[in-house]
């Protein structure tokens, strides 16, 4: 069986992660993503490349707020 997953953010490596634990190498497995690294939001930013010890989790960009994720409060 031949598989393809597009995009390589959390969902993409979860569900390739569980299909490889469930099918093992019976199965092929593709991944692709638009980006050049894997990821998708979630970033590691790294201080310099002579310092790599020293980094930090940037994750995603922005949040978006929608009146049917939104709470308001009295």
């Not at 497995?29 to 790599?52: C, H, P, Q």
Request: hydrophobic share 40%.
């Amino acid at each position: 069986m031949r598989i393809v997953i597009v995009g390589a953010g959390i969902s993409g490596a979860l569900i390739s992660l569980l299909l490889r634990r469930q099918f093992g190498p019976s199965i092929k497995l593709a991944v692709f993503d638009k980006g050049s690294n894997l990821g998708g939001r979630m970033i590691t930013s790294y201080d310099n490349e002579e310092n790599s010890h020293c980094s930090i989790d940037v994750g995603a960009q922005y949040l978006t707020l929608t009146k049917s994720n939104g709470v308001t409060s009295k």
